[in-house]
């Protein structure tokens, strides 16, 4: 094998663990896109033994992978699947969300096609305006959905916008009209935290919340870190092979466009990974303005200036060296001139965006 990303199941563990002991309520893990590139089946198997009380996804064939992989915890489905969707999600004992008492009556329908109960979450849009259902409708949608036979309202929920802005004002607001809109609701669950909000708002806890990204060993933001530390553990490690080793003399090029030319005779490593497989530069939000555009190239610049090889580096052989030229599809190159005895085959370990990562590259879990 000689492109794959190592797994840390200790990390992941302690990361639950961390979350866990700071909220004392239940979890609702959230394992969408592949986990955030950890991999999905391994990740829910490892969180529902920790004791996850519900698993998260965006979409049914994130579902279905869990529930093939043998999960049989209960899965929520962040998204409205479509129509012709419902009855394999009923089919596999899937929660949806839901956001209409329309949806509710499609739901109860198939349900009693195939002789089932569906069990769901009523979405509550609160200001994200993509998903959920008006606040002024909810004990509508409850009151009439009491009468289903097929059907039942678990529980009640809201996301965030602005969780992770040093502004409490809008999440403070969100809550407020999700608290107005689930007055007098009795006898279901309410969640409203997702990894942003757990941390920061501890009377918003409720009976579940929704981490995702802090399970897997980042903060949503920098910032959040300096105030709530949990000693989280990063437990993805992309790894490559040195494919062939090439000595340059002063004045030789290297890849695509040419782009890096030695200065002096350099030894240089190809690596089995390139874009293809999820190998790219920092990645950044498209700037809204020129200003913008400015901004972020001076941010940038300043951290080069701090670290030259900032996104551009690996360890190999328990050295630090730099990335040179140009990405391939799936080659890179290393300088190791001033590594000793750099062989084919050493590995190289570097940084990857995780949902960058292609999900073709095998996830090798390790504790």
């Known amino acids: 094998m000689q492109l794959w990303i190592e797994i840390n199941r200790t990390a992941l563990r302690h990361n639950f ?47 279905l992978e869990l529930r093939a992989g043998g999960i049989e915890t209960p899965i929520l489905l962040l998204a409205p699947p479509s129509p012709e969707e419902r009855a394999e999600a009923v089919a596999h004992d899937l929660t949806p969300a839901v956001g209409s008492f329309e949806e509710c009556a499609q739901w109860q329908g198939v349900a009693q096609t195939l002789g089932k109960t569906v069990r769901a ?16 409708r909810v004990a509508e949608i409850i009151g009439r959905t009491n009468k289903f036979q097929n059907f039942e309202l678990q529980a009640a929920f809201t996301h965030f916008a602005n969780a992770v802005d040093q502004d409490k004002e809008p999440t403070e607001a969100q809550f407020q009209l999700f608290s107005d809109a689930v007055y007098g609701v009795n006898g279901r669950k309410l969640h409203v935290c997702n990894s942003a909000a757990l941390l920061r708002f501890p009377e918003m806890r ?23 530390d949990l000693k989280l553990r990063d437990p993805f490690q992309p790894v ?57 190239g001076f941010e940038r610049a300043a951290r080069l200036k701090k670290n030259p090889l900032l996104g551009r580096s690996a360890i190999i052989r328990e050295q630090k060296v730099a990335f040179v030229g140009r990405f391939a599809m799936q080659t890179s190159f290393l300088d190791v001139t001033n590594v000793q005895g750099v062989q084919i085959g050493d590995e190289a370990r570097f940084s990857m965006r995780r949902l960058a990562a292609g999900a073709h590259v095998p996830r090798v879990y390790v504790d």
Request: glycine share 10%; proline share 4%; aromatic share 8%.
């Open 206 to 228: 409720l009976d579940f919340v929704r981490p995702g990204t802090l399970l897997f060993g980042q903060y949503p933001a920098s910032w959040l870190q300096s105030k709530h």
């Open 17 to 63: 663990r961390a979350v866990k002991q700071l909220v004392q309520t239940d979890i609702i893990a959230v394992v969408k896109a592949n986990a955030y590139g950890c991999g999905a089946v391994e990740c829910a198997r490892l969180f529902a033994g920790e004791g996850a009380a519900m698993l998260a996804v965006t979409r049914l064939e994130e579902a």
């Open 121 to 136: 979450h009523l979405k509550i849009n609160t200001g994200m305006n993509r998903f959920g259902a008006s606040p002024k």
């Open 240 to 296: 490559a092979r040195v494919v062939a080793l090439q000595n340059l003399k002063a004045g030789e090029r290297v890849g695509y466009g040419s782009e890096w030319t030695a200065k002096s005779d350099a030894t240089i490593a190809v690596l089995a990974v390139g874009y293809a497989d999820g190998l790219t530069m920092e990645p950044r939000a498209r700037p809204e303005t020129p200003f913008d555009a400015i901004k972020a």
